[in-house]
């Protein structure tokens, strides 16, 4: 059973960042890919950043430059650390381990971007 547990969102101002946390049980992490995905209200989920076993990244390219995927196989944890952060950005996050041919979602952590 993969559990993944999402912390590090609130709420914060246009400009400002923050760093998210998804800490994952189980025994595969470091043989996974992880990603984080968002969803905001009447919009359809959306890849944002993900992060192969090996290290290769991937992004979005609304949040290129901005956006910083990375994990610790160590605390089988992945963290999305977030820059200059806009109102755009407003959604709930997710995380999502994959581990062909499952995959696994985090329960999501709100990141709220408002002056």
């Known amino acids: 059973q993969v559990q993944l547990v999402e912390s590090g969102g609130g709420l914060v101002q246009p400009g400002g960042s923050l760093r998210l946390s998804c800490a994952a049980s189980?025994?595969?992490?470091?043989?996974?890919?992880m990603a984080w995905y968002r969803q905001a209200p009447g919009k359809q989920r959306a890849f944002v950043a993900s992060?192969?076993?090996?290290?290769?990244?991937a992004y979005a390219d609304y949040v290129k430059g901005r956006f910083t995927i990375s994990r610790d196989n160590a605390k089988n944890t992945v963290y999305l650390q977030m820059n200059s952060l806009k109102p755009e950005d407003t959604a709930v996050y997710y995380c999502k381990q994959i581990a062909s041919p499952d995959f696994y979602w985090g329960q999501g952590t709100q990141v709220t971007v408002s002056s």
């Open positions: 992060i192969t076993s090996g290290g290769t990244t």
């Open positions: 189980g025994r595969i992490f470091s043989t996974t890919t």
